[in-house]
């Protein structure tokens, strides 16, 4: 059986090295030339860690650099409403982790960790896809940029939100409004570490809603949400500062205007939700962010993306294992495992989709009522403890995923 894989992103190098390590020809397709990207994921939630340890990949990604976070801290009008220790769910459960993505996809592909199995390309862009001569339903292969063309059973698309295979395939991808974008930024070396405690801190107040926290490399990060359709505010580091600042409890105040020289100009993320009309078709497979990107709330992009190689790598590889040496399925049943991905994936990404806008509306809803954040305020003391409760268990779905993996034999 041959497999063609596009993108090697956290989807993308997962499944191809789990379909290497059990004997599968697979080629792995990536245009960048290294994996240093700019608003690369790194949350691992323990929906995530519980992809990796199906996929047999957890000792590679225990191995690079992270941080377990360690909680959860919101204020409201520069007051603290409430703080939540890792993990939020029952005590065995894995606390959510921060990897360095770039080393890790550099780990996972590095040579001596690299099945004979595995081909990797990098620096070829996939130009578009090959239909087979007898069926011109059936994707039969890619043709690179360099007129090269690979020949495959399975062409796996994990090119992202804007998938040229997808597009290609005709497979439209039925579109959700997200109401904001996300402005990324860094503080570069500080003097003085950040009084954050490891937690991921989310402020809430009359200049809008920012969060940051400490990222796997122990850099500050922050976000701030503005309107979809909003330009990008043209402001210096020390009025960016200035207004996180203003809504931040005192400690991180000073230290946010302390290290405003730090402060990196902003990076915008345009948020894109929504879901392929279908997931496959003949001799193609969409996974991760090319089947259905996510918002940003809770990191789902990449441990959705995980696990739905960790399904992937079960079917395929159960359908590839009776198979003598060399020897293919019937086009037939590689498609039925194609259906069946998707209908054990879908449901899941469907409700994760819906749970993230609720979050998303519960924000805006605060971003939008100055009264209700004021009253917020006032009332910490007394209803802070039993916010923080509530908003624990509208978390659980969201790092837990909604189904158990089940596990390859």
């Given at each position: ?126 130009k578009q896809l090959l239909r087979d001569d007898s ?275």
């Amino acid at each position: 059986m041959r497999v063609v894989v596009v993108g090697a992103g956290p989807a993308g190098a997962s499944l191809a090295l789990a379909l290497a390590r059990a004997g599968i020809a697979t080629t792995l397709v990536e245009a960048a030339t290294n994996f240093n990207r700019e608003l690369r994921g790194e949350a691992l939630m323990p929906s995530g860690l519980e992809a990796l340890a199906a996929l047999g990949l957890a000792p590679i990604a225990a191995a690079v650099p992270q941080r377990a976070l360690a909680g959860w801290a919101v204020a409201v009008q520069g007051r603290l409403l409430f703080e939540l220790d890792e993990p939020l769910g029952a005590s065995d459960e894995a606390a959510c982790t921060l990897v360095n993505q770039t080393v890790w996809l550099e780990r996972l592909l590095c040579p001596a960790a690299r099945p004979s199995a595995l081909t990797l390309l990098t620096g070829q862009p996939v130009k578009q896809l090959l239909r087979d001569d007898s069926s011109a339903a059936r994707i039969s292969g890619v043709t690179l940029a360099t007129g090269q063309q690979l020949q495959a059973d399975l062409v796996v698309a994990c090119d992202g939100r804007a998938s040229l295979l997808r597009r290609q395939a005709g497979l439209a991808l039925i579109g959700q409004d997200s109401p904001i974008d996300v402005l990324w930024f860094r503080y570069a070396e500080t003097p003085t570490a950040p009084p954050l405690a490891g937690r991921f801190y989310t402020l809430v107040g009359d200049e809008g809603i920012g969060s940051l926290f400490c990222n796997a490399s122990g850099q500050v990060q922050l976000g701030w949400v503005i309107d979809h359709l909003a330009p990008t505010p043209l402001r210096s580091a020390a009025e960016w500062s200035a207004r996180l600042a203003s809504q931040a409890p005192p400690p991180l105040a000073s230290w946010l205007l302390a290290n405003a020289a730090c402060l990196t100009a902003p990076v915008r993320l345009s948020v894109q939700v929504g879901m392929a009309e279908r997931w496959w078709q003949p001799g193609l497979l969409l996974l991760g962010d090319a089947a259905h990107p996510m918002s940003p709330v809770r990191a789902q992009g990449i441990n959705g993306a995980l696990r739905d190689a960790a399904v992937a790598a079960r079917q395929l590889i159960e359908l590839a294992q009776p198979l003598a040496p060399g020897a293919s399925p019937p086009p037939a049943a590689i498609d039925a495992r194609l259906a069946a991905i998707e209908a054990e994936r879908r449901p899941e990404v469907s409700q994760l989709q819906i749970l993230q806008a609720e979050e998303m509306r519960r924000g805006e809803l605060l971003r939008q009522r100055p009264a209700l954040r004021c009253l917020l305020a006032a009332t910490a003391p007394l209803l802070g403890g039993l916010i923080g409760r509530r908003w624990r268990s509208q978390q659980l779905q969201l790092r837990q995923g909604i189904n158990r993996l089940t596990l390859r034999p």
